[in-house]
């Protein structure tokens, strides 16, 4: 190979070399800025999962209070109930026996007038 010729592929293979090491300059940039770009993202998205987190938190604080008042509801209603059920089992056992005394009353007011 003429030294010529030798000198022009030399100078064409450092054109290229040239030309390559450009495109992966500018891919390390565009890598680079993609890296930021990420970064920020991830920033954004770790503070939106912080802000569901506390209200998820508020959420839960919350239903506990409403819980814990519809027990005391519940646990009131049952009582009320069961006293009001206590109630009505005296009465009605207090109905039943006057019933019965009346009834003795009238069979004996019957067995003297037959």
Sequence with gaps: MPNNEYQELIAFVDRKFDEVDQR???????????RRHMGVLVEAVRHEVRQVAEGVAN??????????????GFTETRAAIHFSYAQLERRIHELEDNYALLNERVA???SRTA
């Design 24 to 34: 992966f300059g500018a891919m390390e940039a565009k890598i680079e800025e993609t």
């Design 59 to 72: 959420v839960e604080q919350r239903l506990d209070r409403v819980e814990k008042k519809v027990d005391a």
């Design 108 to 110: 004996r007011l019957e």
